[in-house]
């Protein structure tokens, strides 16, 4: 089999306002991120025969066909690929990976991978009635389910279960994980579309946020946000021909472990580097930058022991002392992350990959890009995406 | 202002057979009829040799706490009036690891391996809720 490495790039970038944006729904911010990624690309509508959409938790019950439903609302015609995906924070890295698939088996040429979700709502009148904590119990979706009535609630919880094993087993601190906080906000000082651009965060000020689920505070866990982004990609011949400089698919894989990951803390990101790495012809040391699924500071420390960064425990020693942060030896999160530019679910980091494998990054382009490893990791370390992407085709 | 209560779990024909064994102050799990594997929270197939049929057996109710969190956020008003509240995973003795609450534990003994004994609680005259406690 001909090795797929280098045969497709990301030609396209387009990121909508991010945050607490309110007007567009979730259809029509994955439109307007596509028409950004092809303005950006210098290509138009007409060109685009794949269409990939990663719907995010507002799109509900409509996200099953929300290929369709973006088809339709850009009035493309005969596209020859679309699929609504689905894998949780996997997605993103997996849409990439399908495109080029069908890229280089001809069954499409220029494919737009997105995602958009829209679960903020604008703040009410300070006098409007309604809202929480004063309805019935019978309000609540999640009522009648066993965890709720032993007040169970939310991923964060599940996360939180983890990361307390993580503490028990290593000796993992808040100082730690508060680390990685505090790198991925210094990095957002650099990024003018992070919405904590303009606000600056120390490790005293981490520690004094409020806990949301201990052992997490607040500033343990990533943003919510309205928007969307998505990636135009196409072979790597006709990217070359572009506005943009390409930015090409070295390697990808995937990585599903299944069972408990409560009791073995790994992620799917070994089983997925394998195939990867074994893609790019390219070793761990080759990595010159990383943009890693943040859903918390936990997810990041986790991840970098999974992909061998250190040794498993040993990732809150690794962060500390600013490793990872700006001027460090490797930087991870180069525009803020989810912890702090925005939550576009996988494509927060391969959307910055892309902007630092260009040299677009401005004050925050990392000193070497000649190799990006970018994360996708989805439920509670279930499913795991990896890309490695590279201004350079050899 | 008025109490809110907790919200209850639906006694799904499912988890029937656990708030019956819970009633009657005991704790079960599902065994799986074909390979024998215990298996907590119910469900319809065996995910080692994935047979169907299945039963609930009792088990000792003794374990230790695998991990937990201490919720500070209220996701029902039911629960405000407690925040932070833990919540455990308990793995018991037999193997399963079961999602509870830990009574009768100050905040400075929860750790992970504290050794835990269930207790059971009314929720309703129907539901009945296995707890823990710390043990010896």
Known sequence: MASLRAKTAIAGLGITEQGKVYGPSATGFAVEAIRLALEDAGLAGSDLDGLLVNPGMSWGESGAMASFAVQQAMGLRDLRLTAAMNLGGATAGAMIQQAVLAIDAGLASVVACVFSDAPLKPPKPKDAKGGGGSGSSGAYAFAGGLNAAYGAFGVNALYALLTQRHMHRFGTTHDQLGAIAVAERAWA????QAQFAGTPLTIEQYHASRWVVEPFHLLDCCLVSNGGLAVIVTSAERARSLRQPPVYVLGMGQGHPGGDPLETLTSGAPVAAKTAFGMAGAALSDVTFCELYDCYTFTVLNTLEDYGFCAKGEGGPFVAGGRIAPGGALP??????????????????????????????????????????????????????TLLLSPHAS | MEAIAKPLPRVTPELAPFFEAAKARKLVVQRCASCGRLRFPPRELCSHCWSRDAEWVPVSGRGEVFSFYWMHQIYHPGFAAEVPYPVVI???????????????????????????????????????????????
């Open chain 1, 189 to 192: 000082q650099g990024n003018p």
């Open chain 1, 332 to 385: 991870v999160n180069t525009g803020g992350g989810q912890l702090s530019s925005f939550y576009m679910w996988g494509m927060t980091p391969i959307g910055e990959a892309v902007i630092q494998c260009r040299g677009q990054g401005g004050t925050r382009q990392v000193p070497r890009n000649d190799l990006g490893l970018v994360s996708g990791n989805g439920g509670v370390l279930s499913t795991h995406a």
């Open chain 2, 90 to 136: 308990v793995a018991l003795e037999e193997g399963p690891h079961v999602l509870s609450n830990i009574v009768g534990c100050a905040r400075e003994q929860l750790r992970i391996g504290l050794p835990v004994e269930v207790t059971f609680e009314d929720a309703s005259d129907e539901v009945t809720l296995p707890k823990f406690r710390p043990r010896g």
